[in-house]
């Protein structure tokens, strides 16, 4: 029979109500602080390891770092005060071990403990044989046990070994008990997101959480079943976050944008003023576009594509189908440097534009008379950094956004700036390519272009990972480049010498490289320089009177020198595949071959080598992205939870559960297809929490 208390707890009750009525405990509340509010909230913390309490076995089966079960007779005990330990400043705490000799052959092993109260050491000295359950690890050559734990004589093995993880302090022994505390008649009645969805003929979710959380008979556990059970809540996961992205899809298409048709006969002449001839793919992109811009719903689209493969020219086309029908474009980057590139290609495509450029270095005088022609409609595009969302500017008409390199700024960032417009279209760019499945899990709901074929003409990048035994040959073919005429760019992880990090710095390669190039002149760029003082030292490379610049990753965007033909990148290692794929896409924009060299030392590890051989192999950046995701896994990319310095595990993984992902999709299409109305509730739900709707 039910209790009173327990008959009233649902998996919608707070986890504070399992302390039976009483005041809430510590260790509860430090739960519901990070987070973990409800009991179904509980249920997702999920066991760290679950298997069968192991037999009792002879000592000869114990392995290092697995559980293992066994029984001897005690043959020797030596216990002695930790010395300056005590517990609540009243009990003296105790450091020992004991040598168990085995009950099935002659060997033997150690357990050890360590600040045993009094009562323990006691009963510890009063052993003659002893059963044990504990991690084996090894400590001068000789098997041992650290804390393990007492069992029984009449200890069976119909048990358990279950390990949870530590939640914002809250210990895994504490959580085991939570778990333990949820009333049994519940865990047959968990809630699934759709119950049409995610079945099969053997798991629901209610039996893949009895699984995972122990609550079904250890005679029925086995690993196939745990591997079953965790894939069904792989599919719970992806499942709530496609119906997020479903969620902001609705509330886009609720929303009304202006449309701009546009005739054949317009987009004929925008292309033929253009210098160059489109390539396919940016042809696919404009039409995808125009399709966008008739729908008379905000456009939200995303526009990626590898650096030179002509994303601006697409931006400008449809920045001028705006203007020409009198409204206004702004166009947002990262850098002070990129609005500046910007800047001056829109002006080369179209002299007639009228073009402000709004940085954070503009003088005060001049911001005034800016916002002045942004508010009277008088500027068409305004090319800027995040001074463009600033509460001061005023737009007479913002009907398109053009974010670069968006993964540089914030949500909040973005979504100021298309503010200042009424239901504006979006045009998303970004040189580093989403893996596909990435783009399924987290930009589903917008619109994804591609643009993969290159420009003709263009001379593919020459890579190569240079080891100090090269270093020499390496030097000499740069000086010999840059007597030629040309240019190099050497670039640090870091700006000066760290106490911490071996690793080569700016301000100390500076004077070195000074010495090793005599003849040339050598300057640095870091990000501690004011503005006035990088923008010398480009105009100074710009105009040939640099022949070296020496920088940090300030250059990954931004800079288009086409003389520059060699790229250097010191301790590769440190810097992200994407970010080595850009820096890369610096050299080589000019009619001369671009070089790369991944300068490593002796001490770089063979994984690192490894990524590194990622981009000696490859130029494409779409191939580099989904190599770069299997590299480092998910990271913070599925917003996992935090609590306190442990992370709440999730089970999804865009790596491995590719194929759960795309049955969620599927299903979901078939969903909306054919029982639309089974999706109302959860869009009602999900809509409530802005954070979702905030990501658009």
């Not at 935090?642 to 299903?667: E, F, P």
């Not at 639309?676 to 979702?692: S, V, Y």
């Amino acid at each position: 029979m039910r209790s009173k208390i327990s008959a009233t707890l649902n998996w919608d009750s707070s986890v504070l109500e399992l302390n039976k009525g009483k005041k809430p405990s510590p260790t509860l509340t430090k739960l519901y602080e990070a987070g973990i509010h409800s009991l179904y909230d509980l249920l997702w913390i999920l066991p760290l390891r679950i298997f069968r309490m192991p037999e009792v076995r002879s000592f000869n089966h114990a392995q290092i770092d697995e559980y293992f079960k066994g029984a001897g007779k005690v043959v020797h005990v030596d216990i002695k005060p930790a010395f300056g330990r005590k517990f609540k400043s009243k009990f003296l705490l105790y450091n020992g071990y004991i040598v168990v000799q085995d009950d099935k052959s002659l060997e033997t092993i150690t357990l050890r403990w360590f600040n045993l109260y009094p009562s323990q050491k006691k009963q510890l000295e009063s052993l003659n044989h002893i059963k044990f359950l504990g991690v084996v690890s090894e400590f001068r050559a000789q098997k041992q046990i650290v804390n393990p734990q007492i069992l029984s004589e009449t200890h069976d093995s119909t048990d358990y070994i279950i390990e949870y993880p530590t939640v914002n302090k809250v210990s895994g022994v504490h959580l085991k008990k939570f778990v333990h505390a949820i009333p049994t008649y519940l865990w047959n009645e968990i809630p699934q997101k759709i119950e049409e969805l995610g079945n099969n003929e053997e798991l629901t979710l209610a039996q893949a959480f009895q699984t995972l959380h122990g609550k079904k008979p250890v005679s029925e556990f086995t690993a196939e079943l745990k591997n079953k059970a965790i894939e069904r809540l792989v599919y719970e996961e992806f499942l709530e976050d496609q119906l997020k992205i479903l969620t902001r899809r609705k509330f886009l298409k609720q929303k009304e944008a202006t449309k701009y048709p546009v005739s054949s006969k317009e987009i004929l002449t925008l292309k033929q003023n253009l210098p160059f001839t489109l390539t396919s793919d940016q042809e696919k992109v404009l039409n995808e576009i125009i399709y966008d811009f008739s729908q008379g719903r905000p456009m939200m689209r995303m526009v990626q594509g590898d650096v030179g493969c002509g994303k601006t020219a697409v931006a400008f086309l449809a920045s001028n189908i705006v203007i020409n029908k009198g409204a206004q474009v702004a166009l947002m980057c990262p850098t002070e440097a990129l609005a500046g590139q910007h800047l001056q290609s829109f002006k080369e495509l179209n002299p007639d534009l009228k073009i402000d450029l709004l940085l954070g270095s503009t003088k005060a005088k001049e911001k005034r008379e800016l916002y002045a022609r942004l508010k009277s409609g008088e500027t068409q595009l305004v090319i800027g950094t995040h001074s463009l969302f600033q509460d001061s500017v005023e737009f007479n008409k913002l009907e398109l956004a053009i974010i670069d390199e968006q993964h540089k700024f914030g949500v909040e960032q973005r979504l100021k700036l298309l503010a200042k417009g009424q239901s504006c279209h979006c045009l998303i760019m970004t040189a580093t390519p989403i893996p596909r499945t990435l783009s399924l899990a987290q930009y589903g709901d917008l619109d994804i272009s591609s643009i993969r074929t290159m420009p003709e003409g263009r001379i593919p990048i020459k890579t190569r990972i240079t080891e100090t035994e090269n270093y020499l040959k390496y030097i000499d073919f740069v000086k010999k480049r840059l007597s030629m005429g040309e240019q190099a760019y050497f670039v640090f992880p870091a700006i000066e010498e760290s106490e911490v990090m071996d690793i080569a710095n700016v301000k100390e390669s500076l004077k070195k490289y000074q010495e090793v190039f005599k003849g040339f002149q050598v300057r640095a760029l870091h990000g501690q320089m004011k503005s006035d003082e990088k923008e010398a030292v480009l105009e100074e490379f710009k105009n040939l009177k640099a022949h070296i610049l020496i920088s940090t990753s300030v250059i990954e965007v931004g800079i288009n020198i086409p003389n520059a033909t060699i790229m250097s990148i010191y301790n590769p290692e440190r810097f992200g595949l994407s970010s080595l794929h850009q820096l890369r896409g610096r050299v080589g924009r000019g009619s001369r071959p671009g070089f790369c060299f991944l300068v490593v030392d002796k001490e770089t590890s063979p994984e690192s080598r490894e990524r590194l051989q990622v981009i000696e192999d490859n130029l494409d950046g779409f191939v580099i992205a989904e190599e770069d995701l299997k590299f480092r896994g998910e990271g913070d990319l599925f917003g996992v939870d935090q609590s306190g310095n442990t992370k709440v595990r999730r089970l999804a993984s865009y790596v491995s559960h590719g194929k759960i992902l795309d049955q969620v999709i599927k299903d979901l299409r078939e969903i909306e297809l054919s029982r639309p109305e089974l999706l109302g509730p959860h869009f009602t739900r999900l809509a409530q929490d802005q954070k979702i709707l905030d990501t658009i």
